[in-house]
């Protein structure tokens, strides 16, 4: 439970410390915090902590896999992402809504009971509504924050539905009790439907067509820094709740669920990488990239009774890692390029910054499930747990999108070796540059 408070009061000491005028120190303390939230995650291995007397959370070693996964991803963003921030002189307030966001993070991957999911998504996903529409300069950005706010709502109200409609067919919100009612009676027409309406609100919140078509356009509208968060801890978040209700409660439900979960995630490879193979803006790209492997990871779920959590949390660091690299080298070309994020402002990177274009070419080799890439690992591992599953032809689907993912991914690496005159050097804040080198061997070493 401390884990949970720390992060919940972090963002109010955020705010505590503008007001009082120390705004330098508002990094430093989240960082602190968080190593803080990581560090009571190990004492408190184990433990299986249940903070409320009716079983609303509970501190599983799932949940704190988690909430230590979260954490060291949110560290490595807030260190990639200094430049962001420091240009937003006086937006003390964006880190106080990236610790509240966090905090639903944890709650997402904690929960025992349906009413803290509702509230988990809801606390995660209104700071980043705000994230979104962070630029008020930028009608780009303020398209975002509407089009993300618009249709989240929409799906909340679809997940509550669904709640609803599952409290009606069991008659509880507790995720064993919910289990021990299907086990028991079976899934009847009322809980079926909620069911769906809730995989449908899910659907929405991770990027799993066609579901998706809001996150090209708010991914490119919102600014860089806030859409890689988007694309690692948010998703994170989402299928780390969408794990933990699959695997307790609406375990004896699977097999009936298994083909939907097998054609959406089908629809969602085939969809997103024929959309990024005509793309000519990178962060549009890299968006259609992110729905392209939350489709590896959402049908994970079809052998969640077979496969290990770490598979997911393994896949979740991997993108992750690969995902902020090349969203801080996008970030660091378009502000060179005066905004341009086209394949050209690419060219001649490697004469540029050898170190930028290196760990691009790592991340987007490893998101492409290249070896000897810590991203080969991760898609071999669902592809396998897909053939134990007999799901041939979703492995069939798999290899073949991973080969478009190789044709568009090439695109920018192309541009980023291809030389041009009178280039000159690109020079990044000591922290990024180090960040570079340490994800790139990352990168390699989780092969």
Do not use: C
Request: charged share 10%.
């Amino acid at each position: 439970m401390i884990e949970l408070l720390i992060t919940s009061l972090l963002g109010i000491g955020v705010l505590a410390f503008d007001i009082i005028k120390l705004r330098k120190a508002v990094l430093p303390l989240i960082i602190v915090g968080l190593l803080a939230t990581i560090v009571f995650s190990l004492m408190d291995w184990g433990m299986n902590e249940t903070p409320f007397a009716n079983n609303m959370l509970m501190m599983d070693n799932y949940a704190l896999s988690f909430i230590i996964l979260i954490s060291g991803i949110a560290i490595f963003w807030l260190l990639m992402t200094i430049e962001h921030f420091k240009n937003n002189t006086g937006r003390v307030d964006l880190y106080a809504l990236v610790a509240f966001s966090l905090a639903g993070a944890m709650i997402l991957s904690s929960y025992t009971n349906m009413v803290m999911l509702f509230l988990g998504i809801e606390i995660l996903s209104i700071p980043m509504y705000v994230l979104a529409a962070s630029d008020k300069r930028s009608m780009l950005s303020n398209e975002a924050g509407f089009k993300y706010f618009f249709l989240g709502a929409l799906a909340s109200a679809i997940l509550l539905f669904g709640i609803a409609l599952v409290y009606g067919a069991t008659g509880s919100f507790d995720l064993a009790s919910i289990g021990n009612t299907l086990s028991t009676n079976g899934a009847g027409t009322m809980f079926t439907a909620g069911l769906l309406m809730i995989l449908v609100g899910f659907a929405f919140k991770v990027s799993i067509a066609p579901f998706q078509f809001w996150t090209p356009d708010v991914y490119q509208g919102a600014p860089t820094a806030i859409t890689a968060l988007m694309a690692t801890i948010v998703k994170a978040a989402g299928f780390a709740a969408l794990f933990r209700l699959f695997g307790s409660a609406f375990s004896p439900a699977i097999d009936f669920t298994t083909n939907i979960i097998a054609v959406l995630a089908a629809l969602t490879l085939v969809a997103s990488n024929s959309m990024a193979a005509i793309q000519t803006n990178t962060k549009r790209l890299l968006a259609y990239s992110s729905i392209s492997h939350a489709g590896f990871m959402f049908a994970a779920l079809i052998a969640i009774n077979t496969i290990s959590a770490s598979v997911l949390m393994y896949y979740i660091l991997v993108y992750s890692i690969a995902s902020l690299t090349s969203f801080m080298v996008l970030d660091q070309v378009a502000k060179i390029q005066n905004g341009a994020e086209g394949f050209d402002a690419f060219k001649g990177l490697a004469k540029r910054n050898p170190v930028m274009a290196g760990a691009m070419t790592l991340a987007l080799f490893s998101m492409a499930g290249i070896p000897p890439l810590g991203g080969f690992m991760a898609k071999y591992f669902v592809i396998s747990a897909m053939i134990d599953a007999h799901q041939i032809w979703l492995v069939i689907v798999m290899v073949l999108t991973s080969a478009i993912a190789v044709y568009y991914y090439l695109k920018i690496i192309i541009a980023m070796f291809t030389p041009i005159e009178n280039a000159g050097r690109i020079v990044v804040d000591r922290i990024q540059h180090i960040l570079f080198i340490v994800f790139s061997i990352a990168l390699v070493a989780l092969f």
